[in-house]
């Protein structure tokens, strides 16, 4: 049983040997720890990609990894993607280590149902596991279970999960001798990881946080909105752009700023220049104008299919 302070020297660590019979069935993938033919998913090329990390990068024999693996989870029976059990122990929820759940990419770390919380919802149900891991390939999120002497549970951040043999502490503080080489597209994973990390940052360096690069947003849309109105017909043109960009016009006009942390007047000072610009020297005619699209707006919402 692998635990904190263990040295362990890594064994040989050999494939998973699996013998192809045959050609692969159409939309079908040979699991890289069973061998077995699986859907070719978007979700299945993440799980693949980790599970031959967790083997040729992390030196966890394969014969000691699991995908699809049932556990109880209260009185529900529920599949972790991958499961990695202490060295040479039988297969069993008692025995897990380290839990992994892989998503496709367009699902979210916030997800209700299938972001991180389903990770640590199976990592307090399995009483001997001690590290999570999430990806959906582009974002990771590495966990270490910590008891809060309360008789539940609480889940720490960490930088990345142990590899065999190696302390949390080691793994926190990686060493050049650490290095790990990548296999198949984990390294375009971290690349992509890297790159958002770092367009978020250049983002925010210039607009000062996120609530400054909304209210940018927000003026740059209002501003393209303003512009593209006639003034020889106006109402015809702003309805043209609402109907060409209506994910623009709700931000601008229905969205509530203050859920998005900007001044509920944000949106009053738009509406009031809106109106000027829809009637210039007339603000009832303006107002009358916006209330005409407006209306036609929610009527396209409410009966699009």
Not at 103 to 109: E, F, L, Q, T, Y
Not at 197 to 206: G, N, P
Not at 265 to 276: E, I, K, Q
């Amino acid at each position: 049983m692998l635990r904190e302070g263990i040295h362990v020297s890594a064994p040989p660590v050999p494939s998973p040997s699996v013998t192809p019979v045959g050609s692969v069935p159409d939309g079908k993938v040979a699991d890289f720890l069973t061998g077995k033919f699986v859907n070719d998913t978007p979700e299945e090329y993440v799980r693949q990609n980790i599970e031959k990390a967790l083997v040729r990068q992390y030196k966890y024999a394969p014969a000691d990894c699991a995908p699809e693996f049932p556990i109880k989870v209260g009185a529900s029976r529920k599949r972790v993607d991958i499961v990695v059990f202490d060295r040479d122990a039988d297969h069993t929820q008692a025995n897990a280590y380290i839990l992994v759940e892989t998503k496709r990419a367009d699902v979210k770390p916030t997800h209700r149902t299938e972001g991180v919380g389903q990770l640590q919802s199976y990592m307090a149900s399995c009483l001997n596991v001690q590290y999570g891991m999430w990806t959906n390939g582009t974002d990771r999120f590495c966990f270490a279970k910590r008891s809060n002497g309360k008789g539940s549970w609480t889940f720490e951040d960490i930088i990345d999960i142990p590899a065999f043999g190696q302390t949390e502490a080691d793994a926190q503080r990686p060493k050049r001798k650490d290095l790990k080489v990548a296999t198949a597209d984990n390294l375009l994973f971290a690349f992509r990881r890297c790159h958002n990390y770092i367009a978020a940052m250049c983002l925010y360096t210039k607009f000062g946080s996120r609530l400054g690069l909304l209210e940018a947003v927000h003026e740059y849309l209002g501003n393209d909105l303003l512009a593209s109105i006639d003034a020889d017909d106006p109402e015809s043109a702003f309805s043209r752009y609402v109907e060409a960009h209506p994910r623009r016009y709700t931000f601008l006009v229905e969205a509530h700023p203050e859920l998005l942390g900007m001044t509920p007047s944000r949106r009053a000072d738009f509406v009031a220049r809106l109106v000027a610009t829809l009637g210039p020297g007339d603000p009832a005619a303006g107002r009358e104008r916006l209330a005409m699209v407006h209306g036609q707006a929610l009527l396209r919402q409410a009966t699009a299919v």
